[in-house]
């Protein structure tokens, strides 16, 4: 039972280069996001999915883009990556109907933008 | 009025002591306040919520206060032990077009000294 799978956990990247973020999750939630966490600003909302097909910004959405055409993934690209990207995500998802309920979280992707 | 704001920062007691740490809102509409615990290099996981209807919710050692009027919610930790040495969020959830959507306090990293 994997719940919420998130690669790579560990990424540096130069400024200006792109990648993708991935998120996986086999509970079958249509709900799923992308937050980041920062020291002393908790976890922020990035994107968020109540379906396939189906995405909406966040509350920091600016230099990510991210798509849904499966109900188990939903990756989170970084179109040029900047220093102020440097950061942890979380990928999340919920069994609520759209998204009400408790969140399960993957373990985190730590990157680091030189 | 979207934010949470949460206190203390950091928080060390001692085993077999109460930890408190409190949280509050300002907007009215927030209608699921859960309480997500997080152990280093791990994603956040529920621990305990409460919906505005109720004063109290206890579960084990774990207790919320809600306070509607004050608008502020609070976690209190009974006989703190060194496993529950984490960092622990509050959260407030609001609906919104038909979607949920979580605002997270900034944390508060416990320490329970053995």
């Known amino acids: 039972n994997a719940g919420v799978t998130q690669t790579p956990k560990f990424q540096v990247l130069k400024t200006g280069q792109s990648m993708t973020l991935q998120c996986a999750q086999d509970?079958?939630?249509?709900?799923m996001s992308w937050y980041r966490q920062d020291p002393g600003m908790g976890l922020r909302l990035i994107h968020y999915?109540?379906?396939?097909?189906?995405?909406d910004q966040g509350e920091v959405p600016n230099g990510y883009n991210v798509s849904r055409s499966t109900t188990e993934d939903f990756p989170l690209r970084l179109l040029s990556a900047a220093p102020s990207q440097t950061s942890v995500y979380f990928c999340?998802?919920?069994?609520?109907?759209?998204?009400?309920?408790?969140?399960?979280f993957g373990e985190g992707s730590r990157l680091t933008v030189l | 009025q979207q934010q949470v704001k949460q206190s203390p920062q950091s928080l060390i007691v001692q085993k077999g002591g109460i930890s408190i740490i409190n949280c509050a809102y300002e907007?009215?509409?927030?209608?699921?306040f859960p309480w997500y615990q997080q152990f280093p290099g791990k994603g956040p996981a529920l621990l305990i919520a409460?919906?505005?209807?109720?004063s109290e919710k206890k579960e084990g050692r774990f207790t919320i206060s809600f306070n509607k009027s004050a608008k502020q919610f609070s976690l209190h930790i009974m006989d703190s032990q060194p496993g529950d040495s984490a960092t622990y969020f509050c959260?407030?959830?609001?609906?919104?077009?038909?979607?949920?959507?979580?605002?997270f306090g900034t944390g508060t990293r416990l320490k329970v000294l053995a």
């Open positions: 907007n009215t509409a927030f209608d699921y």
């Open positions: 959260a407030a959830s609001i609906g919104t077009s038909g979607t949920y959507k979580y605002i």
């Open positions: 409460i919906r505005p209807d109720v």
């Open positions: 509970m079958n939630h249509e709900y």
């Open positions: 999915s109540v379906g396939a097909g189906i995405t």
């Open positions: 999340a998802s919920s069994s609520g109907s759209q998204g009400a309920g408790e969140l399960f």
